[in-house]
T-cell receptor, first 113, second 112 residues
Framework: DTAVSQTPKYLVTQMGNDKSIKCEQNLGHDTMYWYKQDSKKFLKIMFSYNNKELIINETVPNRFSPKSPDKAHLNLHINSLELGDSAVYFC????????????FGSGTRLTVV | GESVGLHLPTLSVQEGDNSIINCAYSNSASDYFIWYKQESGKGPQFIIDIRSNMDKRQGQRVTVLLNKTVKHLSLQIAATQPGDSAVYFCAENSGGYQKVTFGTGTKLQVIP
């Protein structure tokens, strides 16, 4: 059983399109995250939700909109895709405690052409 | 060998040797630190963590050392194996709600 699963694994799309990435965790964690990893492997947090509530919203264009229908799911919708959005997007989850690290999904490689 | 993870450097180590990966963290208020391993095509995987009230913690073949005076973290891997080849990230918890900031990563290449 995959603990944090994201779909799709690969996404190739044209500029201007709208796309969504889905994430689900079966660990019973309270907090979920979206991270963006650029071509130099730098990981930057985008959003964090705790029990369906947005708690971290970094400086991200408002074309990116997270949605958490329940605490096991955190989806990422991106409007009007741009070339610079090409990256690997990772979903992660963690216990609601400072004593644990993250469990990451396997990533979604988004390529905007 | 050792390396500083300021940009993505590569550390090449002979199989069986020990590896030391270094990390300089930024926030003196950070109280929780984690090392992650990211293999090609996969997400980062938790290796070991340490809280700021400790200066050393050991796991299986891995040791993390924390020097708060100079804001330095290191990961030591004993008897490095080919399966250890990956990018290694240090991360610090610098926010109240588990806002974890990642370092820039170090690529470890194990030479058979």
């Amino acid at each position: 059983d995959t603990a944090v699963s994201q779909t799709p694994k690969y996404l190739v799309t044209q500029m201007g399109n709208d796309k969504s990435i889905k994430c689900e965790q079966n660990l019973g964690h309270d907090t979920m995250y979206w991270y963006k990893q650029d071509s130099k492997k730098f990981l930057k947090i985008m959003f964090s939700y705790n029990n369906k509530e947005l708690i971290i919203n970094e400086t991200v264009p408002n074309r990116f909109s997270p949605k958490s229908p329940d605490k096991a799911h955190l989806n990422l919708h991106i409007n009007s895709l741009e070339l610079g959005d090409s990256a690997v997007y990772f979903c992660a989850s963690s216990q609601d405690s400072p004593n644990y690290g993250y469990t990451f999904g396997s990533g979604t490689r988004l390529t905007v052409v | 060998g050792e390396s500083v993870g300021l940009h993505l450097p590569t550390l090449s180590v002979q199989e069986g040797d020990n590896s030391i990966i270094n990390c300089a963290y930024s926030n003196s208020a950070s109280d929780y630190f984690i090392w992650y391993k990211q293999e090609s095509g996969k997400g980062p995987q938790f290796i070991i963590d340490i809280r700021s009230n400790m200066d050393k913690r050991q796991g299986q073949r891995v040791t993390v050392l924390l020097n708060k005076t100079v804001k330095h973290l290191s990961l030591q891997i004993a008897a490095t194996q080919p399966g250890d080849s990956a990018v290694y990230f240090c991360a610090e918890n610098s926010g109240g709600y588990q806002k974890v900031t990642f370092g820039t990563g170090t690529k470890l290449q194990v030479i058979p």
